[in-house]
């Protein structure tokens, strides 16, 4: 239901006031409600304002410090105080264009001096400077600056696209980095596991060796012992000889097609173990000569 006005009367509807003249003078506010008034007198109501909240979109651009050319879209509430609605009639004709100029400039004086990071990150600032430069003007023409909202900053669609890629850039560089210590990780775990099984495996060659060195030795004395007339020299060519047919027996039941020549006859096995025997006998010398 509106405002409803006659003559005589008139009702003003919840949430509005009245303006009410005699002979073309302000008289007095009408409040909510039915009010009686006497034309012959000069009294009539002026006009009607509304005591809702208002909300007013201001589209701003502007410049940063560091030159990027934004657009910030302020949103403005705002309403009329009922006991200074006569300010708000008869100062103001067009109070939505007071209120934008007013941001223009405060925003435009302020943006400046801020970087485009400094901005996104401290737009609640420039909201609350917003709101104290236009309470403590609009206050003066009747009016009550409720909240101001920085919906929104838009910058220039190619500063975003190379806002993005140095964006994309620094995490790719991160990436390469964490991908690089990975790897770097991995290469030195397979070192250290290569050179520890290097290590094991000379280990268990060494171990190997002296086993058959001990049980050369063993098999050696226990045979002097037993048998009675033989020698230790004899012993270890009967041992060679055992395992030079041992070793052929190998080479033959070895799956793989693989043939190897080797000289075989009674006089090339005593050939061989003069080899070894000279081999040994030079080493002992070698070392005495040293000594």
């Not at 190619?158 to 790897?183: D, F, H, P, W």
Request: charged letters at 25%; aromatic letters at 8%.
């Amino acid at each position: 239901m509106g405002n409803v006005f006659c003559v005589f009367c008139g009702c003003v509807d919840q949430a509005s006031i009245g303006v009410v003249e005699k002979w073309g003078r302000f008289q007095n506010l009408a409040q909510p409600g039915l009010h009686f008034f006497n034309p012959f007198a000069g009294e009539c109501v002026a006009g009607i304002l509304s005591t809702r909240i208002n909300s007013l979109d201001v589209k701003i651009e502007t410049k940063t410090k560091d030159n990027v050319f934004v657009q910030m879209i302020c949103s403005i509430q705002y309403r009329v105080i009922k006991e200074n609605a006569d300010d708000a009639f008869y100062e103001l004709q067009n109070p939505k264009e007071q209120i934008q100029a007013y941001v223009f400039d405060v925003v435009r004086a302020h943006v400046p001096r801020m970087t485009l990071d400094e901005l996104f990150e401290q737009k609640g600032d420039v909201a609350k400077t917003v709101l104290e430069e236009l309470e403590k003007v609009m206050g003066a023409y009747g009016y009550n600056i409720e909240h101001i909202l920085m919906v929104d900053i838009i910058p220039d669609p190619a500063v975003r696209k190379a806002m993005n890629e140095i964006n994309t850039a620094q995490r790719l560089q991160l990436a390469s980095v964490y991908k690089g210590e990975a790897e770097k990780i991995l290469l030195v775990k397979k070192a250290e596991a290569d050179a520890e099984a290097k290590y094991l495996g000379g280990v268990g060659v060494a171990k190997q060796r002296q086993a058959i060195t001990d049980g050369l030795r063993e098999n050696i004395l226990n045979f002097s012992h037993k048998v009675e007339g033989t020698s230790a020299k004899e012993v270890m060519d009967l041992i060679m000889i055992t395992q030079y047919f041992d070793t052929i027996k190998d080479l033959g039941n070895s799956s793989k097609n693989t043939t190897v020549f080797i000289p075989h006859g009674p006089g090339h096995v005593r050939d061989i173990s003069d080899q070894i025997r000279n081999g040994l006998m030079e080493a002992n010398c070698a070392e005495v000569n040293s000594a």
